[in-house]
């Protein structure tokens, strides 16, 4: 059954580096969207994507966020600097079409910033 | 602004019972509602979903129902296993905040931790 995948499962990194977590959408979903759970809180939407274009974004998707499909497969969020406060489990997510439709997410990497 | 709310926060209970989670949201303006299952540091699986328009939903021993008009929906859990242990969380999709194109995205309940003992 396809699935959505993400790499990496786990990253560190440090205050102030860049950051740029991967995921791989099911094949034929055109919407991509990226949410985050900081530990113990809620799942978080940032962003959607929809033919090469932001479609909606939170608050907490500020300028230091960007997401890209940079090929047919890939879709990334970009944090430029990182912050403590940006320590999540990152959650990419898909659909094959618009409102009606089930999201399928990844299992998630885990960005923990020191 | 869209509220979800789950009902217990946390549960216990023997293998073999049946059980309900409750989820509520604030606004009915709802697209659809989907049941999430999320195991410890791990992704989330989608269980049901139910359309604004549709009662119920049910795949194997999971059965969800949506009360829109009241912004209530359940998922019931038939004959739970160790197995069924797990987060589970609820999600609504909901227009944009802002208006204009929205591609739907889900706001989230805390989540209920399930824990079935044998």
Known sequence: EPEVTQTPSHQ????????????????????????????????????SFYNNEISEKSEIFDDQFSVER?????????????????????FCASSVGTLSYEQYFGPGTRLTVT | KQEVTQIPAALSVPEGENLVLNCSFTDSAIYNLQWFRQDPGKGLTSLLLIQSSQREQ???????????????????IAASQPGDSATYLCAVRVPSNAGGTS?????????TILTVHP
């Open chain 2, 103 to 111: 591609y739907g995205k889900l706001t989230f309940g805390q989540g």
């Open chain 1, 12 to 47: 560190v990194t440090q205050m102030g580096q860049e950051v740029i977590l991967r995921c791989v959408p099911i094949s034929n979903h055109l919407y991509f969207y990226w949410y985050r759970q900081i530990l113990g809180q809620k799942v978080e939407f940032l962003v």
């Open chain 2, 58 to 76: 049910t795949s194997g021993r999971l059965n969800a129902s949506l009360d829109k008009s009241s912004g209530r929906s359940t998922l019931y």
């Open chain 1, 70 to 90: 940079p090929d047919g497969s890939n879709f990334t969020l970009k944090i430029r600097s990182t912050k403590l406060e940006d320590s999540a489990m990152y």
